[in-house]
């Protein structure tokens, strides 16, 4: 078992200034006794990159959806850049969302009938605030999608419809974005490209991506990769090849 980075605590609850996302004693049980979550604590520091993998039924998408604030656990508290959102009220929990998260999900969710400029600055106008285009456009020039901003979501291939999903999830300047199974409707070539970019956005802007996957290969481009297991982090693992993390998946699934 590999020493778990310093960017990525689990075990007893500390505060942390810089941590973009804390979980303390987490627990989620769901009606009829299931305990998705089972006491999970750990502390994700701003600017990391953090992977999430277990069998089916580990607990790894309730632990994304408590973490990010779509799902409120049983017991425990979570932390967003610094504000403890589990108890907040759903219309608050909303709003801290949209100032401070972003998400990105295996489908894209782009709105046909707008252009991609106008998906992409759609959640600053869900919130009531004004479009910030300086911004749009540096960020359309990271994903590569410059040329495509009067386009529609009809007119881009999946790899381009993805990169604007994630340009859509970083115009609010989120302090963390999640990402559920972003390559999952994409082919292997156009998976990587962007994984390489939430590897760009992470060393190059600072971003904290927590990602939720399946596969291996995409788990390898993460600084930090967590294994998970009936409701518990069993192990943390960094700098592990596709291979090191198939094999382990492999044990857990066989434990």
């Not at 009829?32 to 701003?46: H, N, P, Y």
């Not at 759903?90 to 801290?96: F, G, P, V």
């Not at 060393?203 to 967590?226: F, I, K, R, S």
Request: hydrophobic share 40%; aromatic share 4%; net charge neutral.
């Amino acid at each position: 078992m590999t020493r778990p980075h310093h960017a990525l605590r689990t075990g007893p609850f500390e505060t942390v200034p810089t941590a973009a996302v804390t979980l303390a004693e987490v627990s989620k049980i769901y009606p009829g006794g299931v305990r998705a979550l089972d006491g999970v604590s750990l502390t994700v520091d701003r600017g990391r990159f953090v992977a999430v993998m277990g069998p089916s039924g580990s607990g790894k998408s309730t632990l994304m959806h408590c973490a990010s604030g779509l799902d409120t656990p049983t017991s425990g508290k979570v932390f967003i850049d610094g504000t403890e959102i589990s108890s907040l009220t759903e219309n608050r929990r909303t709003e801290l969302r949209r100032r401070n998260v972003g998400f990105v999900f295996q489908s894209y969710n782009l709105v046909p009938s707008l252009t991609i400029a106008d998906n992409i600055t759609l959640p600053l106008r869900l919130a009531g605030a004004a479009a910030d285009q300086e911004w749009m456009r540096t960020l359309a020039g990271r994903v590569g999608l410059t040329d495509r901003l009067s386009h529609r979501p009809a007119e881009l291939s999946g790899g381009q419809q993805q990169r604007a999903a994630i340009a859509r999830a970083l115009i609010a300047r989120p302090a963390v974005l999640f990402a559920d199974e972003p390559t999952g409707a994409l082919d292997l070539r156009t998976g990587r490209n962007v994984l390489d970019l939430l590897r760009e956005l992470v060393n190059e802007l600072g971003q904290t991506v927590v990602m939720v996957t399946h596969d291996p290969a995409a788990a390898a481009h993460a600084d930090l990769v967590l294994i998970m297991a009936d409701g518990h982090i069993v192990d943390t693992l960094t700098g592990a090849s596709p291979t090191t993390l198939a094999h382990r998946i492999a044990t857990v699934e066989a434990e």
